[in-house]
């Protein structure tokens, strides 16, 4: 079974950063593809920066040129620096993988959430 260990987050002022960190365990044949979603409360869920096997990468508009999505391939790791951030980044942060299992079944996981607060 494969699980999405996300570990990052907290409180931070406005302006402040904070880094997330996310990376599968469990058997599984390769990555095709990672990222970070977020939801406030009383929102649907948005993306927040995805990317892929190929290291393409794609943003939500109102996080781009403060947030960087990056990956370590041969650690399997995905991280989003958050920087000049806002009270309205303030949600939960979930991290999803696309996975390819060792049938080459492609599956889509989350993890649990990680709670981001910006707030003076």
């Known amino acids: 079974q494969v699980q999405l260990v996300e570990s990052g987050g907290g409180s931070v002022q406005p302006g402040g950063s904070l880094r997330l960190s996310c990376a599968p365990s469990g058997i599984f044949f390769s990555i095709n593809a990672m990222g970070w979603y977020r939801q406030a409360p009383g929102k649907e869920r948005e993306v927040v920066a995805t990317?892929?096997?190929?290291?393409?990468?794609n943003y939500g508009d109102s996080v781009k040129g403060r947030f960087t999505i990056s990956s370590d391939n041969a650690r399997n790791t995905v991280w989003l620096q958050m920087n000049s951030l806002k009270p309205e980044d303030t949600a939960v942060y979930y991290c999803?993988?696309?996975?390819?299992?060792?049938?080459?079944?492609?599956?889509?996981?989350w993890g649990q959430g990680t709670q981001v607060t910006v707030s003076s």
């Open positions: 999803n993988a696309e996975l390819y299992g060792v049938g080459y079944e492609l599956k889509d996981y």
């Open positions: 990317i892929s096997s190929d290291g393409s990468t």
